[in-house]
Each structure stands twice: as C-alpha cells, then as structure tokens.
C-alpha cells in the first residue's frame, strides 16, 4: 500500500508525497529461488543484497569482504554483518558509481551499538571524495556530497535509526535538492 514519510528537523517539517514499498530480492543469484519478493527495478546501477555474496546483482560492481566482514540473519534472507570496528565491503571504481545530478543511495541498516567512532558512529555508504551516508553515534542518519551546492559538509537530518531495529534509508539527490527518507 501507500505510505507517506514526514520528515522535521530545525529547519522545518516535511511531508513525502504518496510511496510504494516494495521488498526487492534478485534471484539469478547461485543458491537462491524465488518467494513472494518483487524483481528489481529497471535503472538500477549496482545492488549489493549481502545473502552470501558481495557479488552486485544488477551490474559488475561486484565486492569484496574487508575486516572481518560476515553475513547475518537480514531483513529478507541474509545481510552483511559488521562488527563496528573496522569491516566493511570494498567495491572498485566505476563509471556507473560516480556522483551525477540525479542519485540514491538505499539500504536497510540494522544498527547493534554507535559505531566505530564515538562521534560519527558507522559509515553505511561511501564513495570516497564524492558522497557519504552514516548513521553517526547519536543514531542520526547523516550525509555528505562533494558538490558545489550544498557542499562537502556532514548534513543532520534529524532522523533516527533506532538500536535493534530494522530501518530502511534512502538518500535522494536531485539537481542539488537531497531528500532523506527512513
């Protein structure tokens, strides 16, 4: 069904408009089979679902697991799981990942503690020098674009990912407008 997300920080309050949630899984995948999931979407440049591979199921960004990165139980089949040390999954440069006018970023996050960092928490996503997302200690989700407009700076959403809860987060930037939805 529909859904509407409203959004408020110190700046003001927000209203989505109307949404379709759908739950994606790709099952081209080695060991996987179909369930009442969706196909993914035409467009989609890299998805990287974690059930047992860093493999992208939509292109050839494929990754790479780094410091003791793992899989876990996940919102639908498995996740990656990171420790809040120092894992993380490394994909390589491309083309398809460089920053344009129009971008999203989307992931379900499952936050277990504040991080690696005591003040900027975890990084969810990052394309070094370009774009960043993160859920900082606090529990607020957090971004940074390297653009002229609104610049390389951290922006607070004032949105929370609470502790030991699925949350689902996509970043949506626009011809400089950057919308943030959990």
């Not at 994909?91 to 936050?111: C, D, H, R």
């Not at 990912?161 to 950057?178: D, E, I």
Request: net charge negative.
């Amino acid at each position: 069904g529909g859904y509407t997300v409203v959004a408020s920080n110190i700046f003001g309050v927000v209203t989505s408009a109307v949404a379709q949630l759908a739950i994606i899984e790709d099952f081209n995948l080695p060991g996987k089979s179909a369930t009442n999931c969706t196909a993914k979407p035409s467009g989609l440049v890299a998805w990287w679902p974690g059930d047992g591979f860093a493999l992208d199921a939509a292109g050839t960004n494929h990754g790479a697991l780094v410091n003791g990165t793992t899989y876990g139980a996940g919102k639908a089949g498995q996740a990656f799981q990171f420790d809040g040390v120092g894992g993380y999954v490394q994909v390589g440069p491309s083309a398809s990942l460089v920053f344009t006018n129009n971008f999203s970023i989307e992931a379900w996050i499952y936050p277990t503690g504040q991080g690696s960092d005591a003040t900027y928490g975890g990084t969810i996503v990052s394309k070094e020098g370009e774009y960043e997302t993160a859920r900082f200690a606090n529990g607020t989700i957090q971004w940074a674009f390297a653009n002229s407009s609104p610049g390389w700076a951290w922006v607070n959403t004032g949105l929370v990912a609470p502790l030991n809860q699925w949350t689902q987060l996509t970043v949506t930037y626009s011809n400089a407008t950057v919308r943030t939805y959990v």
